[in-house]
């Protein structure tokens, strides 16, 4: 049994957890920003497989040095199509609409994953009933995607690019419906080995991609501004390694629900961010968006809690 050195006091218990809070809820919130300062002078595809490639490797890295044993067979064709799924299509598509949408908005629209989730866990396992609660929150979070993207609104400020809209709900879709997959799938018992191989092998195929679509010849560090080279480093060691972390480490001791509380608080702080620090608009279109995706986003997380 450890010695009652080796454990931390209640008092830095209670600060760890309010600092892994912090990270996962104002850095995974800043980092909507981060990427669209990095996209106006990076290839997109190719900024998100730097990203991930190198976040994942050294996660990966720092847990089999750790001693944790590298996947099985079994486990790695897990890994891959969660990889594929949750990291080339949802964060590819989030790196190449974010040149075109506010970072803010780019995360309203992501924050509907437990819309898409709800919907999978009715509509694929059958695990949940629609029920007029549900019902309800789902008529909000649409309704606030329709006044994000509707021009026929009068409400200031243009509506969001259709087209970068749409696929941002593609990707919110296909993240949704992995995570509802990988419940059930054969994956590494350690979160963090488990996070940092679906970073790798998902940055791969994103510069695999990258490549296949011509972004490398386009790609001129020099030319790179410090900024952005800043912005690129901070998704790599906050963004991803530091905030996986916590995520992880938060996981193994505050309930589920507690933890997925991160789901409407980023987007709130994205908006913030993004309006004091990127010059982007807070017209009352992106403030009544906003508002109706998040109650859709509480409505959905209470509801599963209560079950």
């Known amino acids: ?10 008092g830095r218990l209670r600060l760890l957890t309010l600092a892994a809070f912090a990270v996962i809820y104002f850095v995974w919130g800043s980092t909507y920003l981060a990427i669209r300062v990095g996209v106006r002078q990076m290839p997109p595809l190719l900024m998100a497989g730097l990203r991930f ?19 099985t067979r079994r486990q790695w064709l897990s890994i891959l199509p969660l990889a594929f799924t949750m990291f080339l299509v949802d964060y590819g598509i989030l790196f190449w609409a974010e040149q075109r949408v506010p970072s803010g908005v780019a995360a309203v629209m992501l924050a509907t994953i437990p819309l898409f989730m709800a919907l999978s866990e009715i509509l694929i396992l059958r695990t949940q009933r629609f029920t007029p609660r549900l019902a309800l929150s789902l008529a909000a979070g649409l309704g606030g995607v329709a006044v994000l993207t509707g021009s026929s609104l009068n409400l200031g400020a243009t509506p969001i690019d259709l087209r970068s809209a749409l696929a941002l709900m593609f990707g919110a879709f296909s993240w949704s419906v992995a995570s509802v997959y990988g419940r059930k799938m054969p994956l590494p018992e350690s979160k963090l080995l488990a996070s940092g191989a679906q970073m790798l092998a998902g940055g791969v195929m994103l510069l695999l991609v990258s490549a296949a679509f011509g972004e490398w010849p386009r790609f001129h560090p020099a030319q790179v501004s410090f900024s952005a080279w800043m912005s690129l480093l901070y998704l790599i060691l ?13 996981l193994h001791r505050e309930s589920p629900t507690k933890v997925g509380t991160y789901a409407y608080v980023n987007p709130l702080v994205a908006v913030v961010v993004g309006y004091f620090f990127g010059g982007e608009a807070l017209s009352m279109r992106t403030v009544v968006g906003t508002l109706l995706v998040l109650v859709s986003v509480v409505v959905i997380t209470t509801a599963r809690a209560s079950r």
């Not at 490639?53 to 996660?59: C, E, H, Q, V, W």
């Not at 906050?238 to 938060?250: D, E, K, P, T, V």
């Open 53 to 71: 490639a190198a976040a994942g490797l050294a996660l990966y890295g720092w847990m089999r040095l750790r001693g944790e044993p590298a996947p």
């Open 1 to 10: 049994m450890a010695s009652a050195q080796s454990q931390p006091s209640a």
């Open 238 to 250: 906050a963004g991803s390694i530091l905030a996986f972390s916590a995520y992880a480490w938060l």
